[in-house]
């Protein structure tokens, strides 16, 4: 098998798409030139924001799907790197104050929730966060 690629592209609009690819300069190229998909090629320019390497291509598509599934918010803690914001913002919304992890008046009280873990599919993947390795794919 051959390697593989999670990305988050950055729209014109502002939204972001995630993808998962054996070829990255190749697919990045396709959403740029409008052959992408739906979503990305009704709101050009892309950006490059975020991306990870798998020594696989199925293990890309699986941390694909695990991010799609993500807030917002939780995708920019990852761009962003501040990955210690991860684990309060995978608190689903639809278990909030439902009993099943107490009442909580305030966002703030998800502080108090056990700890739910982020679970990445390859923990050898490697995370690229440093933003100028970003550069050629930001035009």
Not at 60 to 83: D, H, P
Not at 101 to 107: Q, R, S, T, W
Not at 119 to 139: A, F, H, M, W
Request: net charge positive.
């Amino acid at each position: 098998m051959s390697k593989g690629w999670m990305y988050i592209l950055e729209c014109a609009d502002g939204s972001y798409y995630t993808g998962s690819t054996n070829n990255l300069e190749r697919r990045f190229a396709q959403h740029q030139a409008g052959e992408g998909a739906n979503h990305t090629k009704k709101r050009l320019p892309v950006k490059l924001v975020y991306f990870e390497e798998f020594q696989r291509v199925d293990e890309a598509f699986f941390r694909e799907k695990q991010v799609q599934g993500w807030s917002r918010k939780k995708k920019e803690a990852l761009i962003n790197g501040t990955f210690e914001n991860l684990k309060p913002l995978s608190m689903a919304y639809r278990d909030v104050g439902k009993g099943g992890f107490g009442h909580f008046e305030n966002l703030n009280d998800l502080n108090t929730l056990p700890s739910r873990g982020v679970r990445y599919s390859n923990p050898e993947c490697n995370v690229i966060t440093n933003k100028s390795k970003l550069g050629k794919y930001q035009d």
